[in-house]
Structure formats: C-alpha cells, structure tokens
C-alpha cells in the first residue's frame, strides 16, 4: 500500500505560479514512476506529468514549458511547478504512483495504481 496526500492548492490569478506537493508514504521503495493529473468538472481526467525512477519526465502538450515535475530521492515528496497559469489550468489536481513488485525473478509482476484526494487549483482570468 501506499498512501499520497497532496497539497498546495489554491486561487491565484492568470500568469501567477503554485507549487504542488504530494507526500508518499507507506510502500514507497516499489513505486516505479509518479505523475499529476488533472480532472475540471465534466471532464475526464488527463495526465500533466510524469517522472520514472531514472528522472525521465513527460508533459502535457499544454502545460510544455509551463509546468516542472520534480521529486525528492526516494519518491517522499513529488512536486509540480506551475508557471504562467491560465485559466485553462483550473482543475482538480490528484498525484498519482505506480507500484511494481515482482519478488524474484521468475515472479508474475504485480502492479497497481494508486491516487491521493487531489486538490484544487483555480486560476481566475
């Protein structure tokens, strides 16, 4: 199990920054990757960004150049920089963490995905 609580949510007007945190604990040395996502009302909900354990990273189209994933060692904390935010970024933000295990070798891989609560950004034009 791992267990993710996010954090730094806000209101903040068009062009201003947030920073956002998702604290993991719990089975963290099994988590292969994190990421952010996004859900606005009446929406589904899309990936922003992604960090894999060699610190590889992928963005949104929309939030390229905007938006930074970063993490400390050990995936404790997971953060997202949000730059130049547009009104287009309000929305409920939830950290996400992958979780393979696979105790030896010749093991069937189990995986799992698991969410934090989210927390909402609102940027107001």
């Known amino acids: 199990q791992v267990q993710l609580v996010e954090s730094g949510g806000g209101l903040v007007q068009a062009g201003g920054s947030l920073r956002l945190s998702c604290a993991a604990s719990?089975?963290?040395?099994?988590?292969?990757?994190m990421g952010w996502y996004r859900q606005a009302p009446g929406e589904q909900r899309d990936l922003v960004a992604v960090?894999?354990?060699?610190?590889?990273?992928d963005y949104a189209d929309s939030v390229k150049g905007r938006f930074t994933i970063f993490r400390e060692a050990g995936w404790k904390t997971l953060y997202l920089q949000m730059n130049s935010l547009k009104p287009e970024d309000t929305a409920v933000y939830y950290c996400?963490?992958?979780?393979?295990?696979?105790?030896?070798?010749?093991?069937?891989?189990?995986?799992?995905?698991?969410w934090g609560q989210g927390t909402q950004v609102t940027v107001s034009s």
């Open positions: 996400n963490a992958h979780v393979r295990v696979q105790p030896t070798v010749e093991a069937v891989p189990w995986e799992n995905d698991y």
């Open positions: 960090i894999g354990s060699g610190g590889s990273t």
């Open positions: 719990g089975r963290t040395r099994s988590i292969t990757s």
